[in-house]
């Protein structure tokens, strides 16, 4: 699982670096379905993980904490809005 974690994140991450390097919207289009693909492949391995690695008394703070880092991604996407607007959509996709 640990390894199947590990290439959800270089998928998204090679996706995203991609899509500041697409020149057409085709181009956009299958990296950001690609980029999809590597988040929803990692995810539940990721709570299979946490499943195992701690107790029952500890899971629910454990879900708790990872699934919050959707929601605080969701916040951190406003200031990539500022990002974008001042260096460009393309360097976004490469500091974030």
């Keep these: 699982r640990?390894?199947?974690v590990t290439a959800g994140c270089l998928i998204w991450n090679v996706a995203l670096v991609?899509?500041?390097m697409s020149s057409?919207?085709?181009e956009l289009l299958v990296l950001r379905l690609v980029l999809g693909f590597g988040q929803a492949f990692s995810n539940p391995a990721?709570?299979?993980m946490i499943a195992d690695l701690f107790p029952p008394e500890a899971r629910p703070t454990a879900n708790g904490q990872f699934a919050s880092?959707?929601?605080i991604g969701g916040g951190l996407a406003s200031v990539?809005?500022?990002i974008a607007t001042s260096i460009?959509?393309?360097a976004t996709c490469y500091v974030c």
């Design 18 to 20: 991609g899509m500041g």
């Design 69 to 71: 880092g959707m929601y």
């Design 88 to 90: 460009g959509w393309r």
């Design 2 to 4: 640990r390894n199947i």
């Design 24 to 26: 057409a919207f085709w």
């Design 46 to 48: 990721s709570y299979s």
């Design 80 to 82: 990539s809005m500022d």
